[in-house]
């Protein structure tokens, strides 16, 4: 049975005393994530009950259909982080332009980005979704009116990030760079409770993540390292792999956070225009984080994610992390690919 007695309260009070990194107003920051994200799950729960399942008339920046609970966690996520005076702005996938706090109400230093609801397929099926979140800090010597640009930072200047899954169990994953914490949501408390101080990735996996039907159009590396592994014991990596897709990015990287694994969604011919499927500021980065934050690796296929410079807010990327000697391995592969090797 796990140390009933450390709430994300105490927990983030007490990492504070030891590691320096949660000031008061971060500290204000996550709890008001993670009492947004509790009403974003007993919305989830109630489903079709609570009116919230199914399609809305409406398209997002991306040009997708939203589904009513995009909307509304967007909504939930907007107006608990408005009035607190922890933020400048926010950012989100759902919405196009950056949303800064009114004027009303006391401006702060932090930026907050987020994808409300991950997973949005999967919604009307009862299936694990969730929310992915990543903190900012204002650049040095902040500007009077905040701006698009601000958030413009690669992932390695996060502060904090996380994701709520939204699963069997709601559980609340969290990094400020001292390692990964899961809080466990205890209904009956109603409060997120540490389940796992320590988060740990093996480097070596025998389980891969890849949306199989998107195959005909992808890179050759990558052909290449999926063709590897469905060869198993008979083919270069010498053993047998075992296959899992979601396609809900949170629950696939909740998988590799408990017990390792690798997870791709590179980019492919269907649009090639596109650098990918996934959004770097709202996905890639704060997952990227919280894998390399557990000892596992996170590339763009060529790069570290966390060393890239967003260009735009809605930037796109091709993922593959998770298990570290599997990531290393699908990169080089297609760095050889490039030179020639
Ligand atoms: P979102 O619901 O926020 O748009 O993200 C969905 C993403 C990600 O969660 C998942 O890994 C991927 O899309 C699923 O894509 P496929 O439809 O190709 O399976
Ligand atoms: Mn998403
Ligand atoms: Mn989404």
Redesign the pocket.
Known sequence: MPNRSISLTRYLVEQQRVNQHIPGQLRLLLEVVARACKRISLCVNKGALGGVLGTASSENVQG?VQKKLDILANEVLIEANEWGGHLAAMAS?EMETIHVVPNRYPRGEYLLLF?P?????NIDVNVSIGTIFSVLHMPEGGHNTVQERDFLQPGRQQVAAGYCLYGPQTTLVLTVGDGVAMFTLDREQGSFILTDNNMRIPADTREFAI?MSNMRHWQTPMRRYIDECLAGTQGPLGKDYNMRWV????A?VHRIMTRGGIFM?PWDRRDPAKPG??RLMYEANPMAWLIEQAGGGATNARQRILDVQPASLHERTSVILGSKNEVERVTAYHLQADTGA
């Open positions: 997708e996938e994808d609801l991950d997973g949005s397929s949306n396609a809900s990015m949170v696939d969604y499927k996934l």
